[in-house]
């Protein structure tokens, strides 16, 4: 079964998004490919960091199905 977490994007480096989990224990940030998670919540890039958002952590914790929260 997946779960849906809270995540934030820090910032951007080149075309990848820098995501943390939205939580006060949060562990090192990953990097997403940013065009990803422009075309699943329709923000301009540019406007990703600092966003909420939610995903959903699938196999290898590899996080997909972007929504804002």
Not at 10 to 35: F, M, N, Q
Not at 44 to 50: K, N
């Amino acid at each position: 079964m997946s779960e849906r977490v809270r995540v934030k994007v820090l910032l951007l480096v080149g075309d990848e998004a820098e995501i943390v989990a939205d939580a006060s224990d949060a562990g090192d940030p990953v990097r997403y490919p940013a065009s990803e998670i422009v075309e699943a919540v329709e923000v301009p890039a540019r406007e990703l960091p600092g966003r909420r958002l939610t995903a959903v952590v699938g196999d290898g914790d590899r996080l997909s199905g972007w929504r804002l929260a």
